[in-house]
């Protein structure tokens, strides 16, 4: 015996109610790619150091791997997929195609949803603003640049509209 422990687990992920029978040691990242083939959350590190696992719950961006499934009951989670389906960081994600901020996209899901958290802050925030509220995502590829970019002409863009 493993003494894992089994526990119900009900909650909103991406608008729609789920109700799971899990370990209760599950990790909200492991729970999303691997129960609900969310396979968009990305595991990395699984240290809560490279931000890859990003996601939010209730509102707040948090490290998937760092957090227990359970902590979610009766919460609700938004994905990188749900995120890109409610049209809310389309401007965000063309950004990102157009400046090349991406290469091997494994670092994308999280740098986008952090980004936005900064974004929905409004204004337009410096570069440095940016560089430190991404500080936390790692890109191996990248070199930082075009993402910085790619977040400033989404807010440079957004304030113009406001
Ligand atoms: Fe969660 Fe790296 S996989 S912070
Ligand atoms: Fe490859 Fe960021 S694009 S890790």
Excluded: W
């Excluded at 760092?66 to 009951?73: G, I, W, Y």
């Excluded at 965000?92 to 980004?115: D, H, I, K, V």
């Amino acid at each position: 015996m493993s003494g894992a422990r089994s526990i119900d687990l009900t909650c909103t992920v991406n608008g729609e109610t789920v109700s799971e029978t899990i370990d209760a040691r599950t990790s909200v990242a492991d729970f999303l790619r691997d129960r609900l083939g969310l396979s968009g959350t990305r595991t990395g590190c699984e240290h809560g150091v490279c931000g890859t696992c990003t996601v939010r719950v209730d509102g707040q961006i948090v490290r998937g791997c760092l957090m227990l499934a359970v902590q979610c009951e009766g919460g609700t989670i938004e994905t990188i997929e749900g995120v890109s389906d409610t049209g809310e960081i389309a401007d965000l994600q063309e950004n990102f195609r157009n400046r090349n901020a991406l290469q091997c996209g494994f670092c994308t899901p999280g740098m986008l949803l952090t980004a936005q958290e900064l974004l929905a802050k409004g204004g337009v925030p410096s570069r440095d603003d940016i560089r430190e509220h991404l500080s936390g995502n790692y890109c191996r590829c990248t070199g930082y640049h075009a993402i910085v970019d790619a977040v400033e002409a989404t807010a440079q863009a957004r304030a113009t509209k406001r």
